[in-house]
């Protein structure tokens, strides 16, 4: 069982920036490959990025792309997803989640995911 607990979600205004932590526990974390997703009320699940287990590749959304960069340090057993120049339509909840083979811009091809934290951007 893997367990993972995100945190750093917040309020902050358009053009600000945010740095999303996700700490992981239960299991060995760089066996398993590492994804971000947000949802908005009403919307799908929308992919944000990935990362695979060594962190040698990684992967943000098109609509992220140039504001987006995820890292993981294996040490400490988490992943995160820093976001710059944020936008009104990057307010969602905020997931991360955890797959046991390559990295995935897929949801339903995760294992295991965390709670979720809120991020706002007031425009």
């Known amino acids: 069982q893997l367990e993972l607990v995100e945190s750093g979600g917040g309020l902050v205004q358009a053009g600000g920036s945010l740095r999303l932590s996700c700490a992981a526990s239960?299991?060995?974390?760089?066996?398993?490959?590492m994804g971000w997703f947000r949802q908005a009320p009403g919307k799908a699940r929308e992919f944000v990025a990935t990362i695979s287990r060594s962190g040698s590749s990684a992967l943000c959304a098109n609509s992220v792309q140039g504001r987006c960069t995820i890292s993981r340090d294996n040490v400490k057993n988490t992943v995160y997803l820093q976001m710059n120049s944020l936008k009104p339509e990057d307010t969602a909840v905020y997931y991360c989640?955890?797959?046991?083979?390559?990295?995935?811009?897929?949801?339903?091809?995760?294992?295991?995911w965390g709670q979720g934290t809120q991020v706002t951007v007031s425009s």
């Open positions: 989640a955890a797959r046991s083979l390559g990295l995935s811009t897929i949801s339903s091809a995760y294992e295991y």
């Open positions: 239960g299991r060995t974390f760089g066996n398993y490959a």
